[in-house]
């Protein structure tokens, strides 16, 4: 199979993970059947493991790993979760991708890559504080396509986000053509689009940290 990637952009991810710090684990879920995206998702992200030897994957199958799907709430195919490791142990930061990250979502995998791999969020102190003494559990599915140029803003938010408190908060980049049933379920009829504990809140457009932040607290006090 020709790669995903071409020369050019290897060379350009080459120069921008020279400088990961920490080992990152990359975990593909795949399905045998109703998975259009499945093999280019898995391809997309060998190839991008084998750029920097920071940089792990894993590979499982959601029927025939289940134990392991449910450990890091991943439920639809593709799906691709962003974790830390540490020595043996991989560490759950509570970022996904449901759907191929291509397109403008690539650049997101990348700065998710060399989130991770920093061990820190970027976020203000107030918002690290609000969302690290989190009461309830917290879902963000932001409604994404490979062309809108204003998501990846809005995705790396909510895993920025996700960091901070990953034992309460999930955050996940939704591929909305991959998954219309989804995004029909939230009504989402432009991109991008939040959605704040399966529709207790709406972000619609990539809204700066401190408005999502100011929906979330008005989502999580229904």
Do not use: W
Request: charged share 25%.
């Amino acid at each position: 199979m020709e790669n995903v990637l071409n020369d050019q952009i290897i060379k350009q991810i080459n120069e921008v993970f020279a400088d990961l710090k920490e080992p990152v684990q990359v975990l593909y879920f795949g399905a045998r059947e109703n998975c259009d995206y499945c093999d280019e998702t898995r391809q997309l992200l060998e190839e991008v493991a084998g750029t920097h030897d920071k940089i792990e994957l894993s590979v499982y199958d959601l029927q025939d790993n289940p134990d392991i799907a449910g450990k890091f709430n991943v439920m639809n195919a593709p799906g691709v979760v962003i974790a830390a490791k540490d020595g043996a142990e991989v560490k759950d930061l509570g970022i996904q991708f449901s759907g191929i990250p291509s397109g403008h979502e690539f650049g997101t995998l990348v700065n998710d890559i060399l989130l991770v791999s920093r061990r820190d969020s970027g976020l203000n102190e107030k918002t690290r504080e609000f969302l690290k003494n989190l009461d309830k559990p917290l879902h963000l599915q932001v409604f994404v396509t490979p062309t809108c140029p204003y998501c990846p803003r809005a995705v790396l938010l909510a895993h920025q986000m996700a960091m901070e408190n990953p034992q309460m908060i999930r955050a996940e980049g939704v591929e909305a053509t991959e998954f219309p049933e989804l995004a029909s379920r939230f009504n989402v009829s432009g991109v991008p689009q939040t959605v704040i504990n399966s529709g207790a809140g709406t972000v619609v457009g990539a809204a700066p940290e401190q408005q999502l932040l100011a929906e979330i607290r008005r989502a999580l006090q229904n």
